[in-house]
């Protein structure tokens, strides 16, 4: 079974996050690992997008009752009805996570996934949670996470 990486950060970014966040999807695409997000906007549809156009598989757990509410470049849609305890799936769901940004939703993705004892790597997001590694760019964020799941 292919790597699956979360890709986590706001539903609301600028041009620059949003950037970086497609480079990280089409990268782990690259590499042949599922992306997993949130669904909807922000850093969440432009890594969906980055991957999509790299010919990647896109899974987006969004938290309303509707599939509908995903972006355009998710594949499979969960619908879990759940609001923010959807990160709680997704944490679940993901071997390792990449996080963009983000916000206090993002921080809370980041603590599930360090509960679960699962790499994080942070671009330009919260470091202050122990065992999250820094990256430098989309690149290096990838290499840190696929070294940390051992995927070669």
Do not use: Q, Y
Request: charged share 20%; aromatic share 2%; net charge negative.
């Amino acid at each position: 079974m292919p790597p699956v990486v979360a890709v986590i950060g706001a539903g609301e970014c600028d041009e620059s996050v949003r950037g970086l966040a497609h480079e990280v999807g089409r990268r782990l695409a690259e590499r042949g690992c599922i992306v997993v997000t949130g669904g909807l906007g922000g850093v969440m549809e432009a890594a969906s997008r980055g991957a999509k156009e790299a010919g990647g598989l896109v899974i987006g757990i969004v938290p309303g009752a509707s599939r509908g509410d995903a972006n355009r470049w998710v594949d499979v849609a969960v619908a879990t009805g759940m609001g923010d305890a959807r990160n709680a799936i997704i944490a679940n769901t993901a071997d390792a996570f990449i996080a963009v940004s983000g916000s206090l939703g993002t921080l809370s993705e980041i603590a599930f996934a360090r509960k679960r004892g699962k790499p994080v790597a942070s671009l330009e997001s919260f470091e202050l949670v122990s065992g999250v590694m820094p990256a430098n760019d989309p690149a290096h964020a990838v290499e840190i996470v696929l070294a940390a799941i051992e995927v070669a």
